[in-house]
């Protein structure tokens, strides 16, 4: 999957498969994780927050299930 660099303290890069519903982040520990049946809106919401890591927190951690890549 493709990802977009996002100037983010906690995220490096973001990517999404709107088909799938599979959100891709890189987190700039390194580690890059999928998240599954996100809808299009969180990702939107995510690329427009001015803290994506702190949406990210809210919104996306510990809501939809992740695999580690």
Do not use: C, W
Request: glycine content about 8%.
């Amino acid at each position: 999957m493709e990802r977009t660099s996002v100037s983010s303290s906690n995220l490096s890069s973001v990517g999404y498969d709107p088909e799938s519903l599979t959100l891709e982040i890189e987190f700039n520990h390194g580690g890059i994780y999928q998240y599954y049946e996100v809808p299009d809106h969180i990702n939107d919401e995510l690329m427009g927050a001015s803290s994506l890591g702190s949406y990210f927190h809210h919104n996306i951690k510990n809501v939809y299930r992740f695999a580690k890549m």
